[in-house]
């Protein structure tokens, strides 16, 4: 079988694999690369999922690239004008020309006597596995799983005789007009499922185990919007994208230096919303402070106005069991319905679903140690996107993105094939802490076992901070003397 080979393979072209095609291009002339994408459209999440209002909660300034300004009037967008900026953004960059859909990948094997990469995918159209050999893989495949989002094993669910849905999951055919409708969850795909479909349907329930930050802002930017009529396009881009970047991060540091006066201002802002007689104690004030988990962005106060107007409501309780027509609650109260939405979270996942060996060696994640938050521990040749929890994603990937192209660059100018991050002496007593810290969300919880540790230093570290990131990825030398450049072994002679 003949195996075609690339200087750099990346799995994905969602939001992070195109920005990868173009940071390879652009300051990695020389390097041939090409994308395997496991479906049949580019956007991941944002073609992925489908569900009533399907949007971003963080605004586009900071989710765009830095590389193509965003110039649409909403900065808290939908999914298809997102998915639209995405195909654009490959297009404008010649960046389609180097994706091959329908390419699933399934195992990745690591050879240090070639210092390649051997990826093996399955072609759904034909059939057959195709194998493509790398020099470098790049990882920008997510972190959850395509395959179905997570439902907990609730009692009874095979009782109900209405229909049940997860968002991630979304049919075509499903019309909640005049139908009762329960969406279980607190999360950011509850609250942005209840308000679009709140105006047609007879009645929508958001049944919560317990409450989440809520806060609501206006989808446009006023002042990027004032700014783009003035300004060349890329300053304005530029500036809206430092302000808003600066905001996130002085917000996020308020939330971890002065948490109880963080949560009484947003909780005042719900308060505000719903008038002094709604239960807010009950329905949205958490048990834990700000950012321990993601606050959940509210467009134009939607989710409010759906409550105010007594089309929508919320349940604070626990699920005894499902029933024929609805739940009965742990306090012996039951919502009817037609319809079930479980808004329960993704399943997430290490590195794309698929298998890697190193030398022979399958690789498990959970015992490596992460290597600035984008590789591991004696893992050549290799690295992944993970962007923030507590920031737009992009912002991270493409500092990611930045440091590969210097990180292949190096390799180049070094006359070196391999690189690998490994562990010094006096690393090796590291305290271990989860690759994700201090976010107490059930679904990274569920999880964390599986993922590599960090540790307590630089560069075994996965901070979550852009200013810290910045430096970290920018400034910092590449041969830090962690990352270990050597040769390919050279195959004796028969």
Known sequence: MTVEHFDVVVIGAGISGIGAGYHLQANCPNRTYTILEGRDDIGGTWSLFRYPGVR???????????????TAEKSIADGPSILHYLRDTSAEYGIDEHIRFGHLVTKAEWSTDDARWTVESHRKDTGETVLISASFLFMCSGYYSYQGGYTPEFPGIADFEGRIVHPQAWPDDLD??????????????????????????AHVTMLQRSPTYVVSAPDTDRL??????????????????????????????????????????????????????????????????????????????????????????????????????????RSGTSVVADIIVTATGLRLVTLGEMDFIVDGESVDFAKTWTYKGFAYSDIPNMASSFGYI?????????????????????????????CTPRLRSSDRSMPERPWIDDFTSGYMQRVMHLFPRQGDREPWINPQNYGRDKKMFRRSPVDDGVMTFTNAKVRASV
């Open 56 to 70: 971003s909660d963080s605004d586009m300034h900071t989710l765009g690239y830095s590389f193509k300004p965003w």
């Open 224 to 329: 990027a919007n004032r700014l783009r009529r003035i300004l060349p396009e890329r300053v304005a881009y530029g500036l809206t994208r430092w302000k808003n970047v600066t905001m996130q991060q002085f917000i996020y540091k308020k939330t971890r230096t002065q948490p109880a006066k963080v949560k009484a201002k947003l909780l005042g802002m719900v308060r505000k919303e719903l008038g002094p007689d709604y239960d807010v104690d009950t329905h949205f004030t958490p048990r834990y402070n700000p950012w321990d988990q993601r606050l959940c962005l509210v467009p134009n106060s939607d989710l409010f106005k759906a409550i105010r107007s007594g089309k929508a409501s919320v349940v604070t309780d626990e699920i005894s069991r499902f029933t024929d027509h609805g739940i009965t609650l």
């Open 390 to 418: 507590n920031a737009s994603w992009t912002l991270r990937s493409d500092l990611i993105c930045e440091y590969v192209c210097r990180l292949l660059n190096h390799m180049e100018q070094s006359g070196t094939a391999q």
């Open 176 to 201: 909640c007009s005049g139908k009762r409708v329960v969406v279980i969850g607190s999360g950011a795909t509850a609250m942005t499922i209840i308000p679009a479909i709140a105006d047609t349907a």
